[in-house]
């Protein structure tokens, strides 16, 4: 797969090949049973822990398993700080594998917080990020459960590994009280290849100096392209491993973008965790039945999904009349994804979810990532974020689980191969 197949998954492309309403509010216990309760609407400035003991029991689910939101939805829409605490007990915990280590179902990812870059002289950064608002959106995060941020070494090409820490350290947070992720392998520095043991080993150190940590949780592979003939992938594979034994990793991860590549890979590298897209226009990877499903099944691989909004292109928040223009350096720019035309085909598609499930920002959310939660194998969502409002949005779609029913529409209004 290409760099332009990618991004267009990525951007969410169809490619041929309880307090929140209407969204029903059940346990994924619950799912498949027929909703005993009507769509509702009610006053934002309760507890939602009212509505759960009022509408339905929890259970764990750990086996069931951008700048993404839109910039009009305020703080206010999205809930009151009681509402937030409220997340704490609607955000519920699935393990990564069989390690034992488990994660809130709803992280964070970071990429935005590199702001614009270019590796190799391409573009794959995101319009700057202002770090105040950073602080106020991981502030509510962590106030609303979320335990899981996501980063990489290319983005920024460490900025978002500095910004991450220094917002942990505005905020008085102890890094190690929080699962955070890393990857390796697209920006190669001076080596021939990024997975070449030496420069992972640099990459592995520098990202612990970045972070300001003496290990980190969860260190993927960026990509599944290890050269030709696969020339770096043994002596790679086992570099992750040494890098493991010496405790500078705890849990191994491999992102990848095929089902070819995770299927080659994964009985070398072994890891706990898979990463890629995954959003309800492209649910190739997580989807029962598929290929890389099947594999997850056999191995007790569980996924983590980025891109979950689709880069926003769910929330209708793109005007055909006036597709949105994005800066040099911003991986968006010249990407058919948000061209005229697609966001024109998409608009009556969102129309159809608006009807079931609501029209505003928080509802759209809610549905998009819950979808994701509801595919077998799904360990936990990592939507983008760039500030409280879009923090608040994302984390508030704790708890909002789709039945089974709300599950099959949604592939029916999006028309998701």
Known sequence: ???????????????????????????EGDRGKKAAFEPFRVDPTRPCCELIGRIVSRAEHIDRPEEEVAEGASVAEAGSSDQRQGNVLSMKQRELGRTGVTTSEIGFGCWTMGGLNWVNGNANGWANVDEDEVTKAIKIAVDSGVNHFDNADVYGNGRAEQML?????????????YLIATKVGHFPGTAA???????????????LIN????????????????????????DAAATMDKLVEEGKVRIKGQSAYSADDFERVTPRVRPSVFQSWAHALDDQFVRPGSRVSKLMEETGITFVAFSP??????????????????????????SRAFSAEAIAELKPKLAKLKERFGSSTEDLVAVALNYILAQPRVACVIPGFRNERQATANAGAAGRYLSDDDVAYVKEALGTV
Not at 3 to 22: C, F, Q, S
Not at 170 to 177: E, I, Q, S, V
């Open 165 to 177: 820490a220094r917002v942990f350290d505005r905020l008085g947070l102890k890094t190690n009280d």
């Open 1 to 27: 797969m290409n760099v332009e197949e990618v991004e267009l998954a990525m951007g969410g492309i169809e490619r041929t090949e309880p307090d929140w309403a209407p969204v029903f509010f059940r346990d």
């Open 193 to 207: 290849h990024a997975y070449e043991p030496a420069h992972i080993r640099h990459q592995c150190e520098q990202s």
């Open 309 to 334: 909004l689709a880069q926003a292109r769910l929330l209708d928040k793109f005007d055909p009349a006036n597709p949105p223009q994005f800066e040099p350096g911003d991986h968006r720019q010249n």
């Open 211 to 234: 972070l300001k940590r003496d290990h980190i949780d969860l260190y993927y592979f960026h990509h599944g392209s290890f050269g030709e003939g696969d020339m770096y992938l043994d």
